[in-house]
């Protein structure tokens, strides 16, 4: 059991779908340094039944309302990806610090305008990329940070699986939902090479920048067969190093995800889980010097509490943030926009060239 601290931060959390439910809801309840102060979703039902089971001291049916509560300090964004941006805009223009669920927005333009509320407001604003809590792959970074020297390479991998559902359903409880659940206009799912960019490669891009810096050029491939999408991404980064990434959705095997990266100095291999399975990545570190390997064992894998938990650190503390900023979420965005015009036109796209939408 996580020890609470004496202050700390009071966060309500917009929207309690899935995702809240799986994730963020029992965050702020297990969190060290903050709580659950409130909670605020347009279907009454559903709302009740999170109150009922969260206890928050306030709930709304009001988004406004909530934000207008002075007690309130920090908003977490768990809604649809297209409320994102305005939600998170809104919660900065009224004085609350944002925990937004990645990706932050779809477009170049609205990441550009999401910093510029920021800026504006003053306010802590943190992109829900949770791999970069996992206790492993941050002592990865923190090797290639200290020690390996120069980045000669990184493969990196995400590849959902066609067992993805069967292995989370055996997981999780079967979430709460309400047929007056406040959806976007149109089926997120209608464009699936968006769709599939947008939830998974906004993940294997923020590991690759964790890991080795901005990405300043791709050239990308995509392959489409038997329902099933393959992306290899020829990647460069502003160190020099060169990248592959491969995004496919789905395999016909377990779900795998990982990469090896090779430096100066040594070199990491890893292997990461499912996310809902709480586990921190299996990580190899060789160190070239003394021609050994450790791997960290990472007993806490609960990402997103840790994420949470960082952003309070930053707001109540200020520590410097550990997670991923604005800009992080913008420089995603454009990666994700490349890769999308390289696979249009076959040709080498600088991500500082593009704007519009993934």
Not at 121 to 129: D, E, N, P, R, T
Request: charged share 25%; hydrophobic share 40%; with cysteine.
């Amino acid at each position: 059991m996580i020890k609470k601290q004496d202050r700390r931060l009071r966060v309500g959390v917009l929207g309690c779908g899935p995702i809240a439910q799986f994730a963020h809801l029992e965050s702020c309840v297990k969190a060290g340094n903050a709580d659950l102060y409130a909670i605020c979703d347009a279907a009454p039902d559903l709302l009740a039944r999170m109150g009922a089971t969260y206890e928050p001291r306030k709930m709304y049916a009001d988004y406004d309302a909530m934000l207008a509560d002075p007690e309130l300090e920090a908003v977490i964004v768990a809604t649809s990806d297209a409320y994102h941006v305005p939600m998170s805009i809104r919660a900065l223009d009224a004085g609350k610090h944002v925990l937004c669920e990645k990706p932050i927005g779809t477009s170049v333009e609205e990441g550009e305008a999401l910093a510029e509320a920021v800026r504006r407001s003053g306010k802590v604003l943190q992109v829900g990329h949770m791999k970069r809590f996992d206790p492993a792959l941050e002592a990865a970074r923190d090797f290639v940070r200290d020690e390996i020297g120069e980045v000669l390479a990184l493969k990196a991998w995400y590849c959902d699986s066609t067992h993805r559902y069967t292995n989370t359903d055996a997981i999780q409880p079967l979430p709460v939902t309400s047929k007056l659940a406040r959806k976007p206009t149109g089926n997120p799912k209608a464009d699936l090479r968006q769709y599939f960019m947008l939830a998974h490669g906004s993940h294997l891009v923020d590991t690759a920048r964790f890991l080795c810096g901005d990405i300043v050029a791709v050239r990308a491939r995509l392959n489409e067969r038997f329902g099933a999408y393959c992306w290899f991404v020829e990647t460069e980064f502003a160190s020099g190093a060169l990248g592959h990434l491969d995004l496919t959705v789905a395999v016909r095997m377990d779900w795998h995800e990982g990469f090896q990266l090779y430096g100066e100095n040594g070199s990491v291999i890893a292997r990461t889980f499912n996310p809902w399975y709480f586990r921190a990545s299996e990580v190899e570190i060789f160190h070239e010097k003394t021609a050994t390997a450790h791997k960290p064992l990472g007993a806490d894998g609960h990402f997103f509490r840790r994420q949470l938990e960082g952003l309070a650190q930053t707001v109540l503390d200020g520590v410097p943030m550990r997670g991923a900023n604005v800009e992080d979420g913008i420089a995603s965005i454009r990666a994700m926009v490349a890769i999308a015009r390289s696979v249009e036109t076959g040709e080498r796209v600088e991500l500082a060239s593009v704007s519009g939408a993934v």
